[in-house]
């Protein structure tokens, strides 16, 4: 490990390409400067949507095209900002588009509002005079559906105004944990004196040394200690912000907000912490495997992510990943692999960390562009999986926004994780065909544990604990450091049973997950982990018939509700048997590790 690069000091071919989206900062300016000028003049198109088919044609169609190039701005903006947080330029672009947004969304608040106020049996005879509008009828349903959660047009406007204030926690959160947190300095397995960042601290955590574990997760959490009241403070105010946005929409709960716009019950919410509760058992022998495999008196939470299986090869680099993942993804098809091969190649990922870059991974679709992908890539089977796992997102991205208008290419988070882990769970399959000992086999098999055990159990206890403190506010308390400390402490407890020594340090993990200030998206993980396994087994084991229902599913964008596109793929989400066939084949894979671990 080494210092940090300034990111212009670092390889071009690495980076990704955002000159696509706009070839420079003076094109996105001027682009930045015609639409702020366009504003005002939807104030005209108010009260005229009813007048004609034409006349709703041709607003809704003005808009869409608003939105997308408002679309380029933000993710440019965006982008630029997370590859250098120290870059001020960057910073108050990014400022500025997440402002426009918001003056968007207040210039346009009246369009809901004033679509429910034309009958509905106006709007379908509208439809038949334009066919055009045909494409917005699924939209139109949609917004039917939610008629008593619509405010009027100058209730959704100071919404829209809001909305910057809204998303403030997120954002300064992000600013906090990306920018300003400075972490310590550990000595790693080489006595090596190393700088803590967010992108070493898995790998050092996977270090075979117990001393690098300890040190690291002492110092890293440790580091988010000193902060505790100021994390404390903005959870806080997002839980506020969300509980605020489920009241003024006359939901009952946050939660049934955050869900009903995608037409998602709580009951599916519900199934999931039910199902996985059910099955700790079946983690807790998992947790008693490594204890035992690790050849440990005492199991701590420092412990949880070393491998229990000696590696047998450590290092892939981002071209050994690129090959692998290409070769793993054949049984999705010969158009998928040359698109997959062309984005890999052509400028969709940023590759490497650099000093100030955004920690973690994503992928974003600019619609009239192409997907990007943000990694951090550090030569570990993890970033292979990674890379699988993003170019998944991307490819989703891809084909629906080849295949979709602009008004359906946003597909709904419910859905979004199912992609990423089709390609995962393929990945996973052929490394375990391809292996050749028990050694490589018995790693494997603990990796795939792994993933189990971080987006099905461990999404679901962070789903439990988003649950848990909504609550908590809505039934008129407030959040503090020592609650949020001690349900997270007694979650983890719960999750990971009696043979984990749950170290005090972890009662403050909770401040460094940024998934919490997204508003009830973590349980998607794990269904949509369960979902991607049933697709991917249905794909290896039944061919051609069910990668064309993958492929559909790929396609359809929000053009259905994600239950129904999800059903049409071959997977029924309103019942619980997703997620405990998953878990089954959980279990089964710690009864596989268990005997494997026998006969060494």
């Known amino acids: 490990m080494h210092e940090l690069s300034p990111r212009k000091e670092t390889e071009q071919k690495y980076h990704w390409h955002l000159e696509d989206i706009f070839p420079s900062n003076d094109i996105w300016e001027q682009t930045f400067a015609d639409l702020e000028a366009k504003l005002p003049s939807f104030a005209a198109i108010k009260g005229t949507l009813g007048q004609s088919a034409s006349t709703l044609k041709n607003i809704l169609e003005i808009l869409d ?13 965006r982008m630029r900002a997370d590859e250098d947080a120290t870059d001020s330029e960057s910073q108050a672009r990014s400022n500025r588009a997440q402002a426009l947004l918001v003056k968007y969304l207040a210039a346009i608040a009246f369009l809901e509002p004033e679509l429910l106020t034309i009958p509905e049996e106006t709007i ?21 559906r939610q008629k008593e959660h619509i405010l009027n047009t100058n209730e959704e406007f100071i919404m829209a105004k809001a909305g910057q204030l809204i998303e403030a926690p997120h954002a300064i959160y992000n600013m906090l ?31 075979q040394d117990r001393k690098v574990r300890q040190e690291t997760f002492t110092a890293f959490y440790s580091t988010y200690d ?6 404390t403070a903005l959870l806080s105010a997002q839980v506020n912000a969300n509980i605020f946005n489920g009241e003024v929409r006359k939901y009952k709960s946050a939660r049934e907000a955050a869900l009903a716009k995608n037409n998602i019950s709580l009951a599916v919410y519900d199934s999931l912490i039910e199902a996985v509760n059910a099955k700790l058992p079946a983690m807790h022998q998992y947790v008693a495997l490594r204890k035992k495999m690790l050849h440990l008196e005492e199991l701590h939470m420092y412990d949880v992510y070393v491998p229990i299986v000696e590696e047998i090869k450590t290092t892939y680099s981002f071209e050994d990943s690129k090959k692998i993942v290409k070769e793993a993804l054949q049984p999705l098809g010969a158009e998928y692999l040359n698109i997959l091969d062309q984005g890999m190649e052509s400028g969709w990922c940023d590759v490497y960390e650099n000093k100030g870059k955004r920690s973690g991974a994503y992928s974003c679709g ?11 890539h550090q030569d570990t089977l993890d970033s292979l999986f990674t890379l699988a796992h993003e170019m998944g997102h991307a490819m989703h991205s891809y084909y629906t926004n080849k295949n979709q208008p602009y008004i359906y290419s946003d597909y709904s988070i419910f859905v979004a994780e199912v992609a990423s882990t089709v390609n995962e769970s393929l990945l996973m399959n052929y490394l375990l065909h391809k292996v050749q000992n028990k050694k490589e086999r018995m790693f494997l098999l603990n990796h795939y544990l792994e993933e189990f055990k971080g987006t099905v ?6 789903a439990e604990f988003e649950k848990m403190i909504h609550e908590e506010v809505e039934n008129g308390s407030a959040l503090t450091v020592d609650y949020l400390n001690s349900v997270y402490k007694a979650l983890n407890e719960k999750y990971f049973g009696p043979e984990m020594m749950v170290d005090d340090l972890i009662s403050l993990e909770w401040s460094r997950i ?9 349980f998607q993980y794990a269904t949509g982990f369960s979902s991607a396994v049933a697709l991917a087994m249905g794909i290896l084991e039944n061919g051609s018939e069910a990668l064309n229902r993958y492929l559909e599913f790929l396609k359809a964008g929000s053009s259905k509700y994600p239950i129904d596109i999800l059903t049409q793929a071959g997977v029924d989400l309103s019942t619980p048997d997703p997620i ?16 494997l671990s026998l006969e060494n």
């Open 366 to 376: 600019v619609y009239g562009v192409h997907p990007y992908v943000l990694l951090n």
């Open 177 to 207: 944990n990306n920018a300003d947190l400075k972490f310590p300095e550990i000595t790693d397995a080489q006595g090596n004196r190393v700088q803590l960042t967010h992108g070493r601290f898995i790998p050092l955590m996977q270090s």
């Open 65 to 77: 095209q608003a939105s997308e190039s408002l679309g380029k701005l933000y993710w440019y903006a």
């Open 226 to 231: 000193q902060v505790k009241h100021s994390t």
């Open 124 to 144: 379908k005879e509208f439809t038949s005079q334009k066919p055009e509008l045909q494409i917005y009828q699924h939209y139109f349903n949609n917004l039917w």
């Open 514 to 522: 940024p998934h919490f200030y997204l508003n009830f998206y973590v």
């Open 580 to 595: 405990v066939k998953a878990l089954d084949v959980f279990e089964q894979i710690v009864a596989e590790l268990s005997l």
């Open 457 to 462: 159990f461990r999404q679901t206890m962070f």
